[in-house]
Structures are given as C-alpha cells and as structure tokens.
C-alpha cells in the first residue's frame, strides 16, 4: 500500500544513547517533515526538508539531526537520548505545490528511560 | 502563520451533524484554512481545506465566513469511528515552508 512507513515502531531507550528513526514515503513526495507529539498536546514540528537534498529547522529541533538520504527516505537521529525526548514521533511527506494534504506515517513510541 | 482557537472538547450524537468551530481572526489574505483529524494512536489525516468559498468532499463540508476570521467543519452524520481530534489549522498555500502547524486541537466524542 502506498504511503509513509516508519520504523520502529517501537523503542526504548537508556539516557545517553544514540537512536536513528527511519521514515520512508513511495508516492514521490517533493517534501517530508518530522513532528513529535507529546501527551495531551498538538504535533509540533521538528525538522523538514523541502525537497531531496534540503533540511531546515522547525520549531524544537535541539537535540535531534536529519538526514535526507534520498527522494523516498527521511531519518531523524537522537545523538545523546534525554528523558525530554519521550515522544511519539510522526513522520510525514506531501508533493510540493499540491495542498491535498499531508500523509502521515503510524508513528515511533519512543520512551528514554 | 495566524493562530487559532477552537473548543477542547465537544460531544455529538451517532447519526447526526458534527459542528466543529474554530476562530482565526487574525488569518491574512493568502492564507488557507485546513482541517486534519488524528484517531487515537495513529497519524493526523487530511479532512479538507478551503480559501474563502465553502468546500464539499465526501468527508466533510468546510464553511467559512465572509470576512474569514472564523470556520466550521460539519461532519453530516457522525458516526463512532469520527471520535477523534481535530485541527483547525491556518498556513499559506503550497510549498513545504507553509509548514503545518498544530495546536491542541478540539476533541470529539460520538456518543451511541
């Protein structure tokens, strides 16, 4: 089925250790974000990347890197894991241009312990 | 990006309209109005998005006000699995640095 696959899908992981999140999209999206959602609250955005080859910040990217490896894979990394970084992670991607919407991925449950 | 605001929480009856109200006095002119829903424990989905003329599509109906500053999404007949969250949000059209972004979203429960 086409869409946004993340992985894991699970994890949990010891403060101080390092964890990339794998996200990868098979409709040719131009555009793809990272967003985290914490309990009782709206996503907020951390990292996006226009278009293969560009990444920006969003509004909380302290602590977290991104890597654009190509037009279908966008991965986001936790260098040193804080507890602050407990979340569910959504990845996203959209055609640039196109505003029917944003396809999101299931989502990463992450817990730093 | 303008800001919203929309009710925590409301409840509606299975089978009948949903009325979901958000405000956004402060929307500019090329600003577009977007509505996304998140079932619990999955990713946002993409409902519907408008200008300033009322939109239709099987999901859902979009009505704006003439002067913009607020809007309703009507789900015609709710059923339990339309219990969700769901984000009003505001962006410039087209293009990843009209970025989405979230706020806390009003939930909706389905009541049997």
């Known amino acids: 089925n086409a869409g946004v696959t993340q992985t894991p899908k699970f994890q949990v992981l010891k403060t101080g250790q390092s964890m990339t999140l794998q996200c990868a999209q098979d409709?040719?999206?131009?555009?793809m974000y990272w967003y985290r959602q914490d309990p009782g609250m709206g996503l907020r955005l951390i990292y996006y990347s226009a278009s293969e080859g560009t990444t920006d910040k969003g509004e909380v990217p302290n602590g977290y890197n991104v890597s654009r490896l190509n037009k279908r894979e966008f991965s986001l990394r936790l260098e040193s894991a804080a507890p602050s970084q407990t979340s569910v992670y959504f990845c996203?991607?959209?055609?640039?241009?196109?505003?029917?919407?944003?396809?999101f991925g299931s989502g990463t449950r992450l817990t730093v312990v | 990006d303008a800001k919203t605001t929309q009710p925590p929480s409301m409840d509606c009856a299975e089978g009948r309209a949903a009325n979901l109200p958000c405000n956004h006095s402060?929307?500019?002119?090329?600003?577009?109005v977007y509505w996304y829903r998140q079932i619990h424990s999955q990713g946002p989905q993409y409902i519907i998005h408008?200008?300033?003329n009322n939109e239709t599509n099987e999901m859902a109906s979009l009505i704006i006000t003439e002067d913009r500053k607020s809007s309703t999404l009507i789900l015609p007949h709710a059923t339990l699995r339309d219990t969700a969250v769901y984000y009003c949000?505001?962006?410039?059209?087209?293009?990843?640095?009209?970025?989405?972004?979230f706020g806390t979203g009003t939930l909706l429960a389905v009541q049997p």
């Open positions: 402060t929307i500019s002119g090329n600003e577009y």
């Open positions: 408008g200008l300033k």
């Open positions: 409709m040719n999206h131009n555009s």
């Open positions: 996203a991607s959209s055609e640039r241009g196109n505003d029917y919407g944003y396809t």
């Open positions: 949000i505001v962006r410039g059209h087209g293009g990843a640095t009209n970025k989405l972004i």
